[in-house]
């Protein structure tokens, strides 16, 4: 392949393969997923490309994780230096770009994160804290931003996102991904759009399996782009899994490398942070490659596995008139925000249930969240979950809520009771406080 020497719009990354850290030895999420795709840039000259920087990864500090996470019995004790490196890796990919080192930035980093919900028992769906949410809370208490939009390109349901920003209105968080009826984490539907302070601001594009570069391309153009258009975030973020691809041993979708790298060009997010994807040969030297290029303003033209070819990706009717449906139910959750917000505005408290499971080591957890509301603001959150023998007590202020509410929290901690078996504590994003009995 031929590339022009100089990117258009220059571009970091951070590369950390988590050289120490597998679930097993033969599992898929281990480090030759991205010791591939190193070797594959080398190839391909970017490091000697101008205007596309390498920067090291760094450590999270562990307040960065309890910045957005409960962790049970604590974050010390549940995370690897590699899960901070992760996580340190997307915070540097954000710095570079608030700090405007570079334009654009790609965190080819893993562990993965997106399947880590708000509490933490431990690791589920290969992920045990959610990297993009960390570097999201980061940016905002560091650099004063506001309104956010992460979109979740990943195969799987990105449910530990839309868990952490569930009630928060400054997030557009959207997820699209293989149906899930008929894949982990078996959630992500159009219905689930948000809590009772931010109704509509989840938004959920389930498609089915074997959908190629025509659905994606109709996701997009339908849904995607006009509601970043009206939402008008501060930064958008991309959690860019790569195993919709179809060479991908764990998931059924019809996705190319091509694909990737049109679609990256139509986001044009600030920032990119590799998900999942787990096709270490077939697949991921390619789509980071057409991802990386895309984001440096490059030619993604020649960017193509050895066996594409494009009669393998063309779609039936009946497909594109179901996703044709997905998207406008979609897009009908998100134009009815503000009237869904109004049928919520009269309650103080809003009660929701889940039963989560962490798959990796099979273990439940039983969990109920509390939104206590204002007209004000998105109020603030109190949580109990119960697994592994332990319980948990939450409080959780947003960085929107008011000070009234902000207060209403922190007394509720104080009057709270300390016992022996549960992890009582506030989290406090507006004063950046993580603070326990």
Known sequence: ???????????????????????????PEREERLLYTKDQLIEEGLEDVHNIHFYNPELAEYHDIDRVHFCVPSSRNLLTESHLISAGGAIRAARSVMNKEVERAFAVVRPPGHHAMQTVF??????????????????????????????????????????????????????????????????????EAGGPSAPGYTINLPLPPSTSEEGFDMAMERVILPLLEEFQPEIIINSAGQDNHYTDPITNMNFTA???????????????????????????PYTNLGIILAMADMDTSNVREPDYDPANFVQP?????????????????????????????????????????????????????????????????????????????????????????????????????????????????????????
């Open 258 to 284: 091509q694909g990737y790298a049109r679609l990256n060009r139509m986001l044009n997010p600030h920032i990119c942070v590799l998900e999942g994807g787990y096709s270490i040969e077939g697949a991921l």
């Open 317 to 437: 009717p009946e497909m594109n008139a179901h996703i044709e449906e997905v998207c406008r139910q979609a897009r009908q959750v998100f134009d009815d925000r503000e009237r869904m917000r109004r049928e919520q505005a009269a309650k103080e408290v809003v009660r929701e249930r889940k039963s989560i499971f962490y798959d990796t080591t099979g273990f439940g957890v039983e969990e109920t969240k509390s939104y206590h509301l204002c007209r004000e603001c998105p109020g603030y959150m109190e949580l109990t979950g119960y697994g592994l023998g332990t319980h948990v007590h939450g409080y959780s202020i947003p960085f929107n809520s008011c000070p009234a509410c902000q207060q209403k929290a922190r007394d509720a901690f104080a009057r709270a009771e300390k016992k022996s078996d549960t992890v009582t504590a506030l989290q406090d994003r507006a004063r950046d406080i993580y603070e326990t009995k």
């Open 1 to 27: 392949m031929h590339y022009m020497p100089i990117a258009k719009r220059s571009t970091g990354l951070v590369l950390f393969p988590a050289f120490d850290w597998c679930i097993s030895p033969t599992h």
């Open 122 to 191: 431990g690791d589920r769906g290969f992920c045990i804290v959610n990297i993009e949410a960390i570097m999201v809370e980061y940016i905002r208490k560091h650099y004063g931003v506001r309104k956010i939009a992460i979109v979740d390109t990943d195969c799987h349901h990105g449910d530990g996102t839309q868990d952490i920003f569930w009630n928060d209105p400054d997030t557009l968080f959207i997820s699209v991904h293989q149906d899930g009826r008929t894949l982990y984490p078996g959630s992500g539907f159009v219905h």
